[in-house]
């Protein structure tokens, strides 16, 4: 059921590979509570061509290439963005992460650092990047809302979650920092949000996934929260109903943050 809550609000989607992508649900949910949007991804994402059936299926929405690394990329995609909207956007997505090191299977203790930068950069700079352009160019409404994707080896060691771990405290970090800043400018929310472990491309490249994603359901008194349900709650962050919520991680993950043990998984150790 939709509650027309993003009516006549324009955004920009960073993030949708593919049906499975968390981006993908949260493009469709934007557009289906009134929301215009141009979507966004690497060009190297794009030539699979996947992202043409999202954008068809909501409203064909412009799609705009930009490596989230190239200033250049990032000022064309806001300044065309713009043009296309006829003015500022209202919302943006940040929905990106990438890690060469655990494509590659390297360990937290035997990192590439060629492949470190690129993931700080590809997974967290990539914020700032956006939201410093989005500043510098005025593209951003009063009281617009930036949501970033964030998960909890950000607090807590999750050991497969390799350099990651610290790209997601960075990009918290920065959601922070930047959600002071762009408040005093002209009242701009930062928050990012803390996802339950979600099968799709980037989710499932975490080793021992499987494992960990049942082990998540076993420890949230809610279970894991899915990716629709992500998006339902982005729409609330980038709705006018959460104005004042701003600079916050926030999880959404069925409770798993806040539980020391469940009686799943106290059965399973009696086992
Ligand atoms: N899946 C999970 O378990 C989970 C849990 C918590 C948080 N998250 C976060 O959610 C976000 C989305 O991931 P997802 O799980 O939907 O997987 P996904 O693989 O569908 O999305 C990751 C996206 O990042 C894009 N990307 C990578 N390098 C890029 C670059 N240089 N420029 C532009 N885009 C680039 C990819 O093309 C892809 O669309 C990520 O930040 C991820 O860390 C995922």
Request: proline share 3%.
């Amino acid at each position: 059921m939709a509650y027309n809550l993003l009516k006549g609000k324009k955004g920009i989607i960073f993030g949708a590979l593919n049906d499975q992508s968390i981006a993908w649900k949260i493009a469709e949910k934007c557009y289906e509570e009134g929301a215009e949007i141009v979507l966004t991804n690497a060009p190297i994402a794009l030539r699979m061509g996947e992202i043409n059936k999202l954008a068809e299926s909501c409203g064909n929405a412009p799609v705009i290439p930009a490596d989230v690394t190239s200033n250049d990329d990032l000022k064309n995609l806001l300044t065309k963005s713009m043009e296309h909207f006829g003015g500022q956007v209202d919302f943006i997505l940040h929905s990106v992460g990438m890690s060469m090191n655990m494509r590659k299977n390297n360990p937290y203790t035997a990192l590439n650092y060629d492949f470190t930068h690129k993931t700080f950069d590809i997974s967290a700079m990539s914020f700032h990047r956006v939201l410093q352009l989005a500043y510098q160019m005025d593209a951003i409404r009063e009281w617009g809302s930036v949501v970033a994707l964030t998960y909890i080896a950000a607090q807590r060691v999750f050991p497969d979650y390799n350099e990651m771990a610290d790209a997601k405290a960075l990009l918290e970090s920065i959601g922070r920092s930047f959600g002071y800043n762009y408040a005093k400018k002209n009242k701009v929310r930062i928050n990012t949000v803390s996802q339950s472990p979600t099968r799709t491309t980037a989710g499932s490249g975490v080793k021992g996934f499987e494992g960990f994603i049942t082990f998540a359901e076993k420890m949230s008194p809610l279970g894991n929260a899915t990716a629709e349900d992500c998006a339902n709650y982005c729409v609330t962050l980038f709705s006018d109903l959460t104005k004042m919520v701003t600079m916050q991680n926030l999880f959404h993950d069925g409770g798993f943050s806040f539980t020391g043990v469940t009686a799943e998984v106290i059965e399973q150790m009696e086992k």
